[in-house]
Structures are given as structure tokens and as C-alpha cells.
């Protein structure tokens, strides 16, 4: 069974933000699009009711679930949450987003215990400009890329969020970066979520340019149907996936995805504040399954393509 939402798209997605928490201050993080709150003193899901909730959702026909933050990695029990998550047979996918920087020495024991792949974000690869982005080391994350592809996560995803004028410039040394670590660069446009608008005006930079000089040198071109139609580009010595923002319509129109944020609401919508649905409350409460999959199933009715979601209310 696969719950399709009122404009017939299915739900096969979900992302979790297993925290807010991160050990980096990246200014151009939208958080999962979650509010920002003042204090770290949130209430988080113990591991217990991510695994429930999973498995809910994946009785409802998710098959692929990512693990989000903040930094998954900053959770200190992240090992039993991937176990209690990857234990699920019909899950086809268990993957994370991560900064990379506390990547290494938890590589091996994540794979093993049933993570297949990550995503880590990187920007650049110049140490000072890093080190201003983020308020780390570069070194930490350049570890943990090494890490990912030694212990065998298939696919690793570099995620290069492009910054007019601050990283634009270093695609070429990203390119070159992932064909030589056996990685997939994947380009990703500045979202306007969570950024004060003069930051977004600043720093915003198509990728149609980056998209037309891919065209160019790629073998072929292959559309990603369930995952927005985003395209990736395979070159003859890397692949290159290109992630436009969400507020479009190509986006919108095959989206299939559900979020669960830090706190334990359902989110429809990356864009949206204002329809979330409070499942951890209710199962705090002692709601049975059959309660939460009703949530579930009145959060994905929520679920609206680009023609309404521009309209949002942050």
C-alpha cells in the first residue's frame, strides 16, 4: 500500500531531524526548514520512537528514509537509531545528511549498523573559506569523506551549495575532487528558507549556467522521475546531480516526500510552517498505531505541488 496525497503523488520518502543540534554554525542552513529556536534545551525523539515511527511509516509504503538534523551525528545514541531504523525489511534505502566533521571515526559501526549511504555537505574545498562558512576544519570533513568511501557507502554525495561570489569558483576543484574520492558531486541551489532576504539576494546564484556546461560534457543525462526529476550529468569521470530549489514547479509537481521534524511534527512541505501535524505528543500520550497512522495519513493529505505551496506562510 502506498498513500498518494489529493494531487495523486505518492509518499515513498521520509526524512527525520533526529535533532536541531549541530557542532557547525552554517549561515546559509535552512534546518529542514524547522523555525529556529533560541535554546537548545528541545524536546528530541529517543530512538525508541524513531524506530516506531518508521515503522509506520513504511507500513503506509515509505521506502526510503533519510536521517537529518541539525547534525545526526551529534546524537549520541546515532548507532542505536540507525539499527533501530535499518532493521526494517522492507526498507530499500537508510540513508544521512551530515557536515562530515564527526564522520570518521563513527564510518564503520554506521555501515555495519545498517546506514547504506550518506550525503555530506561540502562547499568548498579551500580551508579559509570553509573555515568562514562553517566555523570548522575542513580536515575533519576531508576524513570523513575518506572514511565513507573506505567503508564501502554507496553512494557518497558531496553537497556543494553554490554562493555567489563566496564558492562558485571552486566547481571545477570540486569536480575534480569527486572524481578522484569516487564520489558523486551533487550542485544545490541557495533556498530561500530560514535566510533573511538580503543574505538570499547576496548570495543567491542560478545553476542554469553550471546545468548548460554539464550538458555539454556529459555521455548521457538521466532524470531522476521519483526524486523531483532532478537530473544528473555523467561525465566520464564523475556524476554530477543538480538540485534546483524547491519552490518550483518541476519540484513541486513530483514530490515525494514527508518530513518529520527534530521536535516530532510532521512537515508537509520544506516551505511551510503553518500545517504541521504533532505526532509526538500523541504517542507520548499513549496513541495507539492505528492513531498515528491516521496522522500520518491526514499530513500527507496536507501535501500540496508548487500551484499552492507558493502561497506559503512562514
Known amino acids: 500500500m502506498t498513500l498518494r496525497d489529493s494531487f495523486g503523488r505518492p509518499l515513498l520518502n521520509l526524512r527525520v531531524a533526529i535533532t536541531s543540534r549541530c ?19 528541545l524536546r528530541e525523539m529517543t530512538s ?27 546524537r549520541k545514541d546515532i548507532l542505536d537509531i540507525v539499527k533501530e531504523v535499518s532493521s526494517m525489511q522492507t526498507l530499500s534505502d ?13 564510518a564503520q559501526q554506521l555501515h555495519e549498523g545498517g546506514l547504506k549511504r550518506v550525503n555530506i555537505s561540502l562547499p568548498t574545498l579551500d580551508a579559509d573559506v570553509y573555515s568562514k562558512l562553517t566555523g570548522g576544519r575542513i580536515e575533519d570533513v576531508l576524513q570523513g569523506v575518506k572514511a565513507a568511501v573506505a567503508v564501502g557507502f554507496s553512494p557518497v554525495k558531496l553537497n556543494m ?22 564520489t558523486i558531486l551533487q550542485l544545490i541551489e541557495l ?64 514530490c515525494t516526500r514527508l518530513r518529520v521534524t527534530s521536535d516530532g511534527q510532521l512537515k508537509p512541505c520544506l516551505m511551510k510552517s503553518d500545517n504541521l501535524v504533532d505526532i509526538l505528543t500523541p504517542m507520548r500520550n499513549g496513541a495507539d498505531d492505528k492513531e498515528i497512522e491516521r496522522l500520518f495519513r491526514s499530513a500527507n493529505l496536507r501535501r500540496q505541488p508548487f500551484e499552492e505551496a507558493r502561497q506559503c506562510v512562514f
Not at 569558483?169 to 572524481?179: E, V
Not at 545553476?207 to 548521457?220: F, G, P
Request: net charge negative; aromatic share 6%.
Open 23 to 41: 557542532d557547525l554554525r552554517c549561515h546559509f542552513c535552512h534546518m529542514e526548514g524547522e523555525r529556529r529556536k533560541e535554546t537548545d534545551s
Open 94 to 106: 537508510l540513508s544521512m545528511t551530515t557536515n562530515g566533521a564527526l564522520l570518521a571515526p563513527l
Open 161 to 182: 551549495l553554490i554562493l555567489r561570489c563566496v564558492n562558485d569558483y571552486d566547481f571545477p576543484s570540486m569536480l575534480q575532487f569527486a572524481a578522484d574520492s569516487g
Open 48 to 74: 525508541d520512537e524513531i524506530g516506531r515511527i518508521s515503522r509506520i511509516a513504511a507500513r503506509l509504503g515509505v521506502t526510503r528514509i533519510k536521517l537529518t538534523g541539525g547534525e545526526p551525528l551529534v
Open 191 to 254: 533556498e530561500p528558507v530560514n535566510l533573511d532576504d538580503g543574505y538570499y539576494l547576496a548570495n543567491h546564484r542560478s545553476l542554469d549556467d553550471y546545468e548548460n556546461t554539464l550538458r555539454q560534457k556529459a555521455m548521457n543525462v538521466e532524470t531522476r522521475r521519483f526524486m523531483q526529476n532532478r537530473r544528473i550529468y555523467h561525465l566520464p569521470d564523475v556524476d554530477v546531480e543538480v538540485v534546483h530549489p524547491v519552490e518550483n514547479a518541476e519540484f513541486c509537481r513530483n
